[in-house]
């Protein structure tokens, strides 16, 4: 059975910097489009940070584009989101997903900001940014 099982939330200052993982198991993700998401009280799940099979192609949400870099290592069916600079705006239950569809040679990754495009989801990781 697959599973997605993400850690590395906490509590960080503002201007602080956290390191989330996800590890995979129940089989082979190395052709899997993965991504992060994150979804903060009161407001729907948003799209975060997603990454290629072979990881070499990764696409940003605006909002987090050149503070965070997602990452995966296949060797041990796991991906990361690397985050600093982080802000108020970024507490949120943060989540994994991997997504059994595959984009074209040369697609953009825009249409893996829908969460619809997932198959499989983590519980949850919080990261909470307070002073």
């Known amino acids: 059975q697959v599973q997605l099982v993400e850690s590395g939330g906490g509590l960080v200052q503002p201007g602080g910097s956290l390191r989330l993982s996800c590890g995979a198991s129940g089989g082979s993700f190395s052709g899997y489009v993965m991504a992060w998401f994150r979804q903060a009280p009161g407001k729907e799940r948003e799209f975060v940070a997603a990454i290629t099979g072979r990881g070499m192609r990764q696409y940003y949400a605006g909002a987090v584009q050149g503070r965070f870099t997602v990452s995966r290592d296949h060797a041990k069916n796991m991906m990361f989101l690397q985050m600093y600079s982080l802000n108020l705006e970024d507490t949120a239950i943060y989540y994994c997903?991997?997504?059994?569809?595959?984009?074209?040679?040369?697609?953009?990754?825009?249409?893996?900001?829908?969460?619809?495009?997932?198959?499989?989801w983590g519980q949850g990781t919080q990261v909470t940014v307070s002073s």
């Open positions: 997903a991997a997504s059994i569809t595959r984009p074209t040679a040369g697609e953009s990754l825009q249409r893996f900001k829908n969460p619809s495009e997932f198959n499989y």
